[in-house]
């Protein structure tokens, strides 16, 4: 199993849920912006299941030696990158920050995956997952940088399934509403429409089992987003979202 963003708390919970459900995997390549961090979890399999596993490098805001990952096979990925940053007046006027998110959500993100999903095309078999947002269904004015780089990557998952399909590669979207992590510390979430990341990665860990396409973490975000998707724009760009 390859993990991009191997400290998010979703996919360590996902890790678990894996093991727990008896999943096999040779090794667990843990790739990470955070070495020191993700040697823990990665210690922490191997007490827990004794799961080998290994942590690679990967910051994408620096340059990517992809002959390093040559040897690296598996029949599932795992991708929890992403990064909100600043939604606010501050940061949607500071070009550090809008690239940042942009380059994290999607520009810097897209070329690994494209890497990996080249080997899953030759082996013709696997299943890729990843974590986008319901924040790319509609941009809204707290975080429509954030927003606008998760709808690339959902129309990316989305094209990369249709193309993967008759090479008999599975490509899973995710569609989280609010999740309690490190992501969204200190942010007022309504405890109803947050799910934790255990929840998340039970939710994520039965859609990849049953195949589905797209998925949302809290099945109360698909009816929320129907809502949101549907208000006229007349109104819409009055509301304070
Ligand atoms: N939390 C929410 O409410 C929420 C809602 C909707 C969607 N999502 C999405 O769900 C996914 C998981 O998020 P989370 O809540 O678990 O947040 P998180 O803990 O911040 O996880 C995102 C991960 O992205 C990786 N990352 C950040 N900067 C990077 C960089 N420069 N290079 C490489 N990797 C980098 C980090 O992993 P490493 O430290 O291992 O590099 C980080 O753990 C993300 O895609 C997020 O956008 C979250």
Request: proline letters at 3%; aromatic letters at 12%; one cysteine or more.
């Amino acid at each position: 199993m390859i993990v991009l963003g191997s400290t998010s708390e979703v996919a360590q919970a996902f890790v678990e849920k894996a093991l727990q459900e008896g999943e096999k995997f040779e090794k667990i390549y843990l790739f990470t912006s955070n070495k020191e961090t993700t040697e823990r979890f990665a210690r922490h399999i191997d007490v827990k299941f004794l799961q080998q596993s290994e942590v690679i490098e990967l910051d994408l805001m620096k340059d990517i030696d992809y002959n390093q990952f040559e040897n690296i096979n598996s029949n599932l990925l795992f991708c929890a990158t992403g990064y909100l940053g600043e939604g606010t007046e501050e940061g949607l006027y500071d070009n550090k920050n809008t690239e940042r998110i942009i380059d994290i959500n999607y520009s810097k993100l897209v070329p690994v995956i494209n890497y990996f999903a080249q080997k899953f095309e030759n082996r013709r078999s696997g299943t890729i997952i990843g974590l986008s947002s319901v924040a790319g269904e509609r941009g809204r004015q707290s975080n429509f940088i954030y927003g606008s780089a998760k709808a690339a990557f959902t129309a990316y998952l989305s094209g990369l399934r249709n193309y993967l399909f008759d090479k008999k590669v599975h490509v899973l979207t995710i569609k989280p509403g609010f999740m309690a992590t490190k992501m969204t510390e200190g942010l007022p979430l309504n405890p109803k429409l947050t799910a934790s990341p255990k929840q998340a990665a039970d939710c994520i860990f039965k859609a990849y089992k049953k195949q589905k396409n797209v998925a949302y973490v809290l099945p109360i975000w698909g009816i929320i987003m129907m809502i949101i998707r549907n208000i006229p724009e007349f109104i819409f760009k009055k509301l304070k979202l």
